[in-house]
């Protein structure tokens, strides 16, 4: 069993940053792939970035040059630094981590950009 616990969250001004952390416990051992998830008010839940064991990243095209994920597996968290946001990036932000054949999410953190 995977437990993740995001926080970093909250209003944010267009234009402005925000960093989003992800904190797994229980069975780490064998965390391959995690990744950072979001459902905008009336939307489905879309892909934001994911990044694996080894480093090696994705971002969707709406984030790419703004958003930037990064993990420590010493602290075993994975972060999500986010920046120049737009009102549209509003959300509740998951965390995912994929463990054993099973994803695993957080209870999601909420992302407000507004003036």
């Known amino acids: 069993q995977v437990q993740l616990v995001e926080s970093g969250g909250g209003l944010v001004q267009p234009g402005g940053s925000v960093r989003l952390s992800c904190a797994a416990s229980g069975s780490l051992a064998g965390i391959t792939t995690m990744g950072w998830y979001r459902q905008a008010p009336g939307k489905g839940r879309e892909l934001v970035a994911i990044?694996?064991?080894?480093?090696?990243?994705n971002y969707a095209d709406a984030v790419k040059g703004r958003f930037t994920i990064s993990r420590d597996n010493t602290k075993n968290t994975v972060y999500l630094q986010m920046s120049s946001l737009k009102p549209e990036d509003t959300a509740v932000y998951y965390c995912n981590a994929y463990y054993r054949s099973t994803w695993y999410w957080g209870q999601g953190t909420q992302v407000t950009v507004s003036s």
């Open positions: 990044i694996t064991d080894g480093g090696s990243t």
